[in-house]
């Protein structure tokens, strides 16, 4: 899906909300793609992976450690310091955290480069990562901060989270299941990204968008690790370019279904969300221009 699409299914969503008045189509369209479908999708990607693949990843896997690492805990110092809201402290975690690495990722991705693999697997490997954090996270602050065992039972019962947890036991235990299978499950789950993105475009709402907000998720979510990978990443065009924009894209269409999810403070989350999208692509639209 290029970048285009995305936007139009977005544009979707949004005119499809202001025609049904009703919130119930909507409501049900979120746990279909988010509980059903996303389910599918994460399990078939993680599972066909395997222990040499994940021995490949090397430098792009130490950055997405990296970049997590700090977008992670550096938001959460903010919010526990600067912000009095329980619940945009988990949200601003979760936005910070998550970034939009295969809608936004793969087609900005492509503007600087044939091959995409380093992308991918970056991608694959920020996934398998982030989904158990920022679920818990979620969990955790939609609760009013329970014990960590109510947390992370929560987080748990979240079928893409608990579907995430099984695949990579599988592949770290060796266990390979049959490809078409795997393949099938794939198709039918892919589905969840443009059902995502339609239900994204029917919770915009621009009237609880606010500069600071917009401020703190897009200096965590952007310019750290925009900052971090081009004064710390030395290596070639074909490794750096794919860091560098994966790292550095707005927040997940998935993490808003989280906060979705969990209701922790979906709606001035989407609002953000399309503005730092709209300025990322902007940002390395530029950037290539003068590359």
């Given at each position: 899906m290029n970048i285009y699409e995305m936007l139009a299914l977005i544009g979707i969503g949004l005119i499809l909300r202001r025609v049904v008045k009703s919130e119930v189509p909507f409501v049900y369209l979120n746990r279909f793609a988010s509980q059903v479908l996303l389910t599918l999708y994460v399990f078939?990607?993680?599972?066909?992976?395997?222990?040499?693949?994940?021995?490949?990843?090397?430098?792009?896997?130490?950055?997405?450690?990296?970049?997590?690492?700090?977008?992670?805990?550096?938001?959460?110092?903010?919010?526990?310091?600067f912000v009095q809201d329980k619940k945009?402290?988990?949200?601003?975690?979760?936005?910070?955290?998550?970034?939009?690495?295969v809608a936004m990722g793969f087609p900005i991705a492509s503007l600087f480069l044939d091959d995409l693999t380093p992308a991918i697997i970056y991608a694959s490997t920020n996934t398998l990562i982030v989904l158990p954090i920022v679920t818990f996270v979620a969990a955790h602050y939609s609760s009013g901060k329970a014990s960590l065992r109510e947390s992370l039972l929560r987080a748990l019962k979240f079928p893409p989270t608990?579907?995430?947890?099984?695949?990579?036991?599988?592949?770290?235990?060796?266990?390979?299941?049959?490809?078409?299978?795997?393949?099938?499950m794939n198709e039918i789950g892919w589905?969840?990204?443009?059902?995502?993105?339609?239900?994204?475009?029917?919770r915009i709402n621009l009237q609880k968008f606010e500069w600071r907000k917009l401020l703190e998720v897009g200096t965590f979510r952007i310019v750290l690790p925009f900052v971090f990978v081009v004064s710390t990443l030395r290596t070639n065009p074909e490794i750096f370019y794919p860091v560098l924009v994966?790292?550095?894209?707005?927040?997940?269409?998935?993490?808003?279904?989280?906060?979705?999810?969990?209701?922790?403070?979906?709606?001035?989350g989407i609002g953000v969300t399309i503005v730092l999208t709209l300025a990322v692509l902007i940002l390395f639209l530029?950037?290539?221009m003068f590359i």
């Open positions: 078939s990607n993680v599972a066909s992976k395997d222990i040499d693949y994940l021995i490949e990843i090397r430098v792009v896997f130490l950055y997405v450690f990296l970049i997590i690492a700090l977008s992670l805990g550096a938001s959460f110092l903010y919010g526990r310091f945009w402290q988990g949200a601003l975690m979760i936005l910070s955290t998550y970034p939009n690495t608990s579907a995430n947890l099984l695949a990579l036991s599988l592949v770290l235990l060796g266990i390979k299941l049959s490809p078409g299978l795997l393949g099938v589905w969840s990204i443009p059902a995502i993105l339609i239900y994204f475009g029917s994966e790292a550095s894209m707005p927040p997940a269409i998935m993490a808003n279904a989280i906060l979705a999810h969990y209701r922790l403070r979906e709606e001035e530029a950037l290539r």
